[in-house]
């Protein structure tokens, strides 16, 4: 037999598990515009600013990808078709960044973005022939 208690219970647990798979516009469409950014399709503008002076310590313009590791900063950017870049900068405890997004760009609120990229999928094969 279902009390009304076990009623109460069980509809504040379907509540709770109902609105904890809610996102809002905004968590998607940041969700989709850092898998933009991380296929390098966002233009940027990364400035490391010192904390004391507030002189520029390093800038970045491109098509860029950030990793922030807490004390180094990985910046992976695209410099052509196949053509792709690396660059670690130190942080300081007196140091921090400003990552700009230079242009709009569309990316939906309604839906997830999913890439997938069959050249990881499959396994690279070396052909090689002649006499053995």
Do not use: W
């Amino acid at each position: 037999m279902i009390t009304k208690k076990t009623t109460t219970i069980i509809a504040a647990f379907l509540a709770t598990i109902a609105l904890a798979g809610c996102t809002t516009n905004a968590d998607k469409a940041n969700e989709n515009l850092s898998i933009a950014a991380d296929n390098f399709e966002v233009q940027r503008h990364i400035v490391g600013v010192n904390g004391i002076t507030g002189e520029y310590a390093f800038e970045v313009v491109g098509r860029c990808s950030i990793n922030d590791q807490g004390h180094q900063l990985e910046v992976t950017c695209r410099h052509g078709e196949n053509e792709y870049r690396k660059h670690m900068i130190g942080l300081s405890d007196n140091t921090f960044y400003v990552a700009e997004q230079l242009g709009a760009i569309d990316v939906s609120v309604y839906h997830t973005r999913i890439i997938i990229k069959p050249e990881t999928l499959l396994p690279e094969l070396e052909l090689q022939t002649g006499k053995q």
